[in-house]
């Protein structure tokens, strides 16, 4: 598996959505850097991979580079690789935070369609429809010109089996009645208006079952919502970080999470 590193600190893990590349975290990572030793990797994009082997060479990545447990931080399909990971080494997690993702992916039909488009059209007619459905997207999302702009270019570079293959993971995830073994403090952020993902549900259902977990939903902000400017992952994790250890983190966690989603509605 590869990575590159950014940053000096404790090790802060990044799983990158379906574009598997981590590039897409270009906005985020400057203040996460500031305060971790940032790992963004990149995911296999060949060959019949599972989320063991994922999840087994990122084991092998906070070995290698010398850390015995990491903050793990996935999005969207790199929250589903995050999950498996904190399941199957749970010695290795310190936090686990989760973006915009699920257990179980629920729109069936829509996922359906990727599946036949990335099997069965020429590359030239997957990259052509993909780029007219993201850009719907992230217009939807308020991402800027610029940002879309590196947004297609990233995923412009995504092999189409890679990306295939990560479809066919997601159709065959369900890990729903496992996720209440996680046990590492675990911080489910949302977006409130993600069309793709309905992210605020999913993370509420989530935190019913993975003891103490909290959730943030953020007004307005979508699926791309790491593009935009609504999110900051580096001031969540640290005022998440704050609250938990103020004491008050795990006080009463449905009320808590009653009161984020709350925002959700307004």
């Known amino acids: 598996m590869n990575y590159r590193i950014e940053g000096d600190g404790p090790l802060l893990v990044c799983l990158p959505g379906l574009d598997g590349t981590s590039n897409l975290f270009y906005k985020q990572t400057p203040g996460l850097a500031s305060r971790y030793r940032v790992a963004l990797i990149t995911l296999p994009d060949l060959g019949n991979f599972t989320y063991e082997d994922m999840a087994g060479d990122v084991a092998s990545v906070i ?28 010695e290795l997690v310190d936090r686990l935070i989760i973006i915009n993702s699920f257990p179980r992916f629920r729109k069936r039909t829509l996922l359906w369609a990727g599946l036949v488009l990335a099997r069965k059209a020429p590359p030239g007619l997957v990259w052509f429809v993909r780029r007219a459905g993201n850009t719907i997207g992230l217009l939807l999302d308020g991402v800027g010109r610029e940002d879309r702009r590196r947004f297609h270019e990233a995923v412009r570079s995504i092999r189409v089996e890679g990306y295939a293959r990560r479809l066919e993971l997601i159709k065959e995830l369900d890990i729903s009645d496992r996720i209440h073994d996680i046990n590492a403090p675990t911080l489910l952020i949302a977006g409130g208006q993600d069309l793709l993902v ?10 019913t079952r993975i003891p103490g977990a909290t959730v943030r939903v953020v007004p307005g902000a979508g699926h791309a919502c790491l593009l935009g400017d609504k999110v900051s992952v580096s001031d969540l994790l640290e005022a998440w970080i704050r609250t938990e250890q103020s004491g008050s983190a795990r006080l009463m966690p449905e009320v808590r999470m009653r009161q984020d989603l709350g925002h959700l509605k307004q």
């Open 63 to 90: 070995r290698e580079l010398g850390h015995e447990r990491a903050i793990v931080l996935g999005e969207s399909f790199g929250g589903t690789v995050a999950l498996w990971f904190a399941l199957l080494h749970p």
């Open 198 to 207: 309905p992210s605020a549900k999913e993370a509420a259902a989530m935190a």
